[in-house]
């Protein structure tokens, strides 16, 4: 039972880094420096949990530095029309060579009080299931979900009959990395509690395959982060058992990344299509 | 100005009164062309207003001003006898212009009913679509249009999508609609009920502007007045549609005689090049588009398939040509069974393809005029022997053709994505005829090209079955498939009629056989 | 806004120009932003990173041999680019290359040179390969996101050194967090009077007939059409499974190369570090160079003396954290990244 709480905490991750990315793919841009966003994040909400020996203060500093890396991304693909592949490829490594650097001297645990949980549940892991309703609810109920979804349709469309694409992906665009920013607070500064060059460890990257093999579907994406959540944690547990092969586990979820990426893969090509189909591409609205 | 004001203002208007007047309209493009030139034009409240013209006539640019997407260089716009400056489509829809597009402008993976509600000022932040859909129902009765609300785009046909997209502009307060082509894609069907709808819509006070190119019969049946533009300029209006006579009608439009003239040269015929058997693939939706196509076409002979577009001939072509794979029968091509070949044997062993999608699978825009030469000819052994690219031989050959051709462009080194549309049609023609090729597939030989470079290329197909090459046509346009084809098949929902010669058959013939008579 | 983007027409040699004058001064801007928060006269810090990499023979020395496995990932990066495909592998692909060679050279550890460094040449480029293979394979077979497959493979094949060295089958017995080391006949000889491996000029050498082959032959023709527009490529003939498939697996067996270079040529032992980023830094390499595989030489040559030996000396002499390096790589991208869209468009006022 105490995997699952811990599963649960450790899906927290996964649930809100991955709802960011989800809401802007909606829009038709993917951000593959998610976790160049969730690091920097990360790091800024350890340093100012750190100062202000105070979580929230961290977490809203975190929040803060995901927006702007959300308004940097958005600037590079959408105003200045770059690639949407290689602004995030520019953002992730910005963002590891950025927090390796800067984050050498916080490098060790958080000297600052923790975040009270409920059961050892963390308060954020309800705060993730509520957006997963509530975006879920945003993207098919309301009219402005709607026009989300169409700017990941079929843009030239949608500007056609009057909802601004642009305004519409700069919205998605940041909102998503504040979210993403939040989850890498989370890890930093509530999960952790430390800081280190490599704490995120991949899982980031590891959210945005999710995205995929939720088929964009908010609900989806709970069941996937909450069985990534628990595989993650047993698979730390387990290497305490005696004999473990450590390395070999920690394998594993980064392998059932890939399976989770083939599976989506082969839905594909049966012809169902859930992806936006306008998703990476460029728009060009002068045409 | 009140948008709110304008809309009631004409809902107010009687029948026969002026509900649009377009005054001095001109418009220029950059680059020098003169689109509209000082166009005086009035709808009114309750007519069907044709709007005739050849392409480059200056119908689009017209239209697009009425409906804000384009500013006018001079000119006024009055809408129910009040200036009014359209500034975006946005603004126009406000003023209750709507338009709908040939080309859909809808989303596939949305129902027909979200796509009505999609950016519609009038639906609030949780739209009830019950409601909504209520709603359009009515107007779909009112109009006699039937069409499932739930179902997704791509699920619905052309005729169908059009009626989605007219709904979605009489459910935004549309009362003066603005189409273009409406009858293009229609099966003859499709295209009666259409024109009764207008008739019915037209009866609610509504003004409908149709821009045909030249759909004669549809124009004198449905339209109250019509109006020809010809380069720019208004020619004429019309009140008394049924005194015209086509003829009238077709001199306005062209301002010369139609070239009918082009000689079909007598070719003795070689040995069958391809033959096809009982031949059978399905669509991207899974459901059959080709079924049982036999045919067989032999050296110097060109075979003409006649059919509105949507009844299989993407999907024959593509089959042919190794696009698509089949799901049973044969293709026997130079001898060899290529049903399963790769698209690159077909290449080797002659078979070139001109498609209807130009710019993303002729050629590569980002590469120059002579790499693309070299890209049609990878596999044909032309310049491309064993592993290495003989560049001499390539440029020799691209120099020829690039004159051949008459390409107008700096030279062969030019990058393919700036030229224009006329000599990008030619340089697809002269790629897939530089190289030893045996066998043509040709589709949608000269639509939407201006006169010199349809005549030339009408030219060049002579020229290469003089040569001996078999060529394959996909033409909607009877007259061309008369003059240019020696045996026409009619091509209907995915079957293929037996090929006549075209001496022995009439446009009604095929007419009635592409409609499925 | 009193700015607009319009479509630009042709990229004139003048445009080229101001956009690498843009980001050079940029990367400038920023690295003095940088020198600032570490309380460092930027002048100073700029002259160490070229001293750091050109300044005497010794450090000239280090340079040319780093740059062979650079040149190696950027290239990996460089190949399957030019076929519309992004290979973040290479940094696994480079462990893989270790692994293969390693492995080897402790199985046959008592062949004589002549036969177990070739042996291990194609250890390496078979390991590497495979390792590729699989993200190829997907790709071409079911369309999969290379990107993210590549990467998460970089990950796995970290652990997989970890789990052969640390405490695994390939351990040295003294204990400490390496492979066993690789005997003598396994080590790469060194240009004489040098340090230098000779695998420096397999890495030129794989270069320069990159360049050719994307020149003169049909399969490099095939790779660039391909990478340009995939529809007009299939159309024509070209056969885009064996374009993925080529492309992914040979930029996996070239950053191979570079695993085997600083294994049996540097280290001499599989170990962790064996690269820390330098995959990463093949990427932007590769995209300094405009994807052009001679213009790559240079590039890595000139980048490797300021990034990663500069980035050294100023960590040793002038006492910057370490990452410093990596952060380099971080900012130049972005500096790069940016003025880019000038490319396609001028910048106008409304």
Known sequence: MGIVILGMNASTIFIIAGLGELFSQKSGVINVGIEGVMSIAGLAAFIGAQTAGNVWIGMIVGVLAGGLMGLVHAFFSISLRLSQILSGLGIWLFGIGFTSYYGRTFTGPLMAPSLKSAFGLTPLFFLGIAIIFFFQFLLQKTHFGMKVRAAGEVPSVTDAWGCSVVKIRYLCIVVGSILSGLSGAYVTIIYSELWSAGVIAGRGWISLALVFSSLWTPIFLLGTSLLMGILWVSMFSAQMLPGAPTFLMQMIPYSVAILSMIAYSLIRAKGKTFMPSALGEPYYPED | MNEHHQKNKIRELKKGEIAIELRGITKRYPGGVLANDGINLEIRAGEIHGLLGENGAGKTTLMRILVGEVRPDKGEIYIGGEKVDIRSPHHARNMSIGMVHQQRKLIPKFSAIENILLGDPATSIFPNIEKSKKKVRELSEKFDFNVDLDAKLWQLDAGEAQI?????????????????????????????????????????????????????????????????????????????????????????????????????????????????????????????????????????????????????????????????????????????????????????????????????????????????????????????????????????????????????????????????????????????????????????????????????????????????????????????????????????????????????????????????? | MGLSLQRRKDTGTKTSLIIVLIGLALAILSFSIVFFTARINPITGFKEIFLGGFGDAYVLQQVV???????????????????????????????????????????????????????????????????????????????????????????????????????????????????????????????????????????????????????????????????????????AGINAKKVILISLTVGGMLAGLGGFHQSAGVIGRLRYDLTSGWGYYGILFALLSKNNPLWAIIVTFLATGLLVSGAQSLQYDLGMGSGIGLLFVGVIIICFVIPQFLKEYKVTRK
């Open chain 2, 164 to 517: 989605v997209e007219i709904l979605k502009v009489l459910y935004s307060g549309a009362t003066i609609i603005i189409m273009d082509e409406p009858t293009a894609g229609l099966s003859p069907v499709q295209q009666d009920k259409l024109l009764a709808s207008l008739k019915k819509m037209a009866r609610e006070s509504l003004a409908i502007v149709p821009f045909v190119t030249h759909k004669l019969p549809i124009v004198t049946e449905v339209c109250d007045r019509i109006t020809v533009l010809r380069n720019g300029k208004l020619i004429n209006t019309s009140d008394s549609i049924s005194e015209l006579s086509k003829e009238e009608l077709a001199d306005w439009m062209v301002g010369k005689k139609v070239l009918f003239d082009l000689k079909k040269p007598e070719t003795e015929l070689g040995p069958v090049l391809i033959e096809v058997e009982n031949l059978s693939a399905l669509n991207d939706q899974g459901e059959p588009a080709v079924k049982n196509v036999s045919f067989s076409i032999q050296e110097g002979e060109i075979l003409g398939i006649a059919g509105v577009a949507g009844n299989g001939q993407d999907e024959l072509a593509e089959v042919l040509t190794g696009l698509r794979k089949p799901t049973e029968g044969r293709i026997i091509f130079r001898g060899e069974d290529i049903t399963h070949a790769s698209i690159r044997r077909r290449r080797e062993l002659g078979m070139a393809y001109r498609s209807a999608d130009v710019l993303e699978r002729g050629v590569i825009g980002d590469f120059s005029i002579l790499e693309n030469f070299v890209l049609s000819s990878l596999y044909t052994q032309d310049f491309c022997r064993g592993m290495l690219i003989d560049v001499e031989c390539a440029r020799g050959i691209a120099e020829k053709e690039f004159t051949n051709f008459e390409i107008r462009a700096p030279n062969i080194f030019t990058t393919v994505k700036n030229l224009s549309g006329g000599n990008l049609s030619k340089l697809i023609l002269a790629l897939e005829f530089s190289w030893s090729s045996k066998f043509l597939i040709d589709q949608l030989v000269t639509q939407g090209l201006d006169v010199a470079t349809t005549e030339y290329i009408r030219k060049r197909l002579f020229e290469a079955k003089k040569c001996w090459k078999a060529i394959m046509l996909f033409s909607k346009d009877l007259d061309e498939i008369l003059m240019m084809s020696d045996k026409i098949a009619p091509i209907y929902e995915g079957e293929l009629g037996k090929p006549i010669p075209s001496e022995r058959t009439n446009k009604r013939e095929i007419g009635a056989a592409i409609i499925g008579k």
């Open chain 3, 65 to 235: 041999k780093d740059t062979a496995p650079l040149l190696f990932v950027t290239l990996a990066f460089l190949l399957p680019s030019r076929a519309g495909l992004w290979n973040i592998g290479a940094e696994g692909q480079f462990f893989l290359g270790g692994v293969g060679a390693t492995g080897i050279a402790l199985a046959f550890s008592h062949q004589p040179s002549i036969v177990l460094l070739p042996l291990m040449v194609l250890g390496a480029i078979a390991c590497a390969g495979a390792w590729a293979f699989i993200a190829a394979y997907l790709k071409a077979k079911i369309n999969i996101n290379e990107i993210v497959i590549t990467l998460f493979l970089n990950w796995i094949a970290l652990l997989l050194v970890k789990y052969l060295t640390v405490g695994g089958p390939w351990m040295n017995p003294e204990g400490r967090s390496e492979s066993k080391a690789i005997p003598i006949a396994g080590r790469i000889p060194i240009v004489s009077g040098t340090n230098i491996p000779v695998t420096i000029f397999f890495a030129i050498v794989a270069a320069v007939l990159l360049y050719f082959i994307f020149q003169k032959t049909r399969a490099g023709f095939e790779i660039k059409a391909y990478g340009h527009n995939p529809e007009a490529g299939v159309k």
